[in-house]
């Protein structure tokens, strides 16, 4: 058995410990907003939070987040303390600038970009560009942008 923390609730997880945590996320906790996209963490469809950095789950075996703080998509508004039912300030830029267009990739975006603005609140365009490595087959990189600077214009 291993002891995982996601999104603040303790789960013991029996699993093989290389088992990637993306499935034990779907799989074994039934947590299915975080994405499969390639399998080599090259396009950031499963993007959490672990320990409050973006990391890609398909390629993080369980036994190495054992002891970290994990936070999905589905935890993401509750990891900062909002009120039930409030989304986090990235989900509600992201419906309001009707960023999606498929949608598939969009979960991973918007942890990728809470993890840049938990670090740095006015990023420049360089480094949301640098930060924001995710693909997205649909192209909605420019609504992506214009969310991101709708929220930077508040900070």
């Given at each position: 058995?291993?002891?995982?923390?996601?999104n603040g609730q303790q789960h013991a997880v029996d699993a093989d410990p290389d088992k990637p945590l993306l499935w034990v996320l779907r799989e074994d906790l039934g947590l299915t907003g975080t994405k499969y996209g390639c399998g080599v963490a090259a396009c950031g469809a499963c993007t959490v939070h672990v320990d409050g950095e973006a990391a890609r789950s398909c390629s993080l075996p369980l036994r190495s987040v054992?002891?970290?703080?994990?936070?999905?998509?589905?935890?993401?508004?509750?990891?900062?303390?909002?009120?039930?039912?409030?989304?986090?300030?990235?989900q509600d830029a992201w419906i309001r600038g009707q960023v999606p267009q498929c949608g598939y990739c969009q979960s991973g975006m918007i942890m990728t970009v809470a993890a840049l603005l938990d670090k740095n609140a006015s990023p420049t365009p360089g480094e949301i560009d640098s930060a924001l490595g995710n693909l997205c087959r649909c192209g909605t990189y420019a609504r992506v942008r214009k969310?991101?600077?709708?929220?930077v214009a508040k900070a």
């Amino acid at each position: 058995m291993i002891n995982l923390t996601v999104n603040g609730q303790q789960h013991a997880v029996d699993a093989d410990p290389d088992k990637p945590l993306l499935w034990v996320l779907r799989e074994d906790l039934g947590l299915t907003g975080t994405k499969y996209g390639c399998g080599v963490a090259a396009c950031g469809a499963c993007t959490v939070h672990v320990d409050g950095e973006a990391a890609r789950s398909c390629s993080l075996p369980l036994r190495s987040v054992a002891k970290a703080a994990i936070v999905t998509i589905e935890g993401l508004a509750a990891s900062t303390a909002l009120p039930a039912g409030q989304l986090h300030p990235v989900q509600d830029a992201w419906i309001r600038g009707q960023v999606p267009q498929c949608g598939y990739c969009q979960s991973g975006m918007i942890m990728t970009v809470a993890a840049l603005l938990d670090k740095n609140a006015s990023p420049t365009p360089g480094e949301i560009d640098s930060a924001l490595g995710n693909l997205c087959r649909c192209g909605t990189y420019a609504r992506v942008r214009k969310a991101i600077q709708s929220l930077v214009a508040k900070a």
